[in-house]
């Protein structure tokens, strides 16, 4: 018989950084497991943010398909001011960070970018 420990963890959503009690199928910032994949021939680690080369940042994610796609995010030429909490209200409120849509969509990683309380991964 399993303890309850083993069962809150199979079920439910132990992620540090939201207060969601969803299952572990959901679709949230907890789930981001960082796995190999082959993008164009390449080794590529998967939902990992880093240094673009054709914008800001880069990010390597599977799309509704099941294909690595890259998706790139953010001006080259802006600073990111998340720690001001007016500036991060604002710009999760323009962005409509509160449904930031799929993961291989620009927008869901650049309000992952914007959230509280984390660095921002270069």
């Not at 030429?77 to 960070?97: G, Q």
């Amino acid at each position: 018989m399993k303890g309850f420990k083993e069962f809150l963890k199979e079920d439910y959503c132990d992620c540090v950084n939201c207060d969601c009690v969803e299952c572990v199928d959901c679709d949230c910032c907890c789930n981001e497991i960082e796995e190999s994949s082959e993008y164009q021939g390449r080794k590529v680690k998967l939902n990992k943010p880093m240094v673009g080369d054709v914008k800001k940042f880069k990010v390597y994610v599977k799309n509704e398909k099941g294909n690595v796609v890259k998706v790139n995010f953010g001006d080259p030429n802006m600073e990111i001011k998340r720690d001001d909490p007016a500036r991060r209200k604002s710009f999760r409120a323009r962005h409509n960070c509160d449904n930031p849509g799929p993961k291989w969509k620009a927008r869901y990683w650049s309000c992952y970018q914007w959230r509280a309380g984390a660095k921002v991964e270069r």
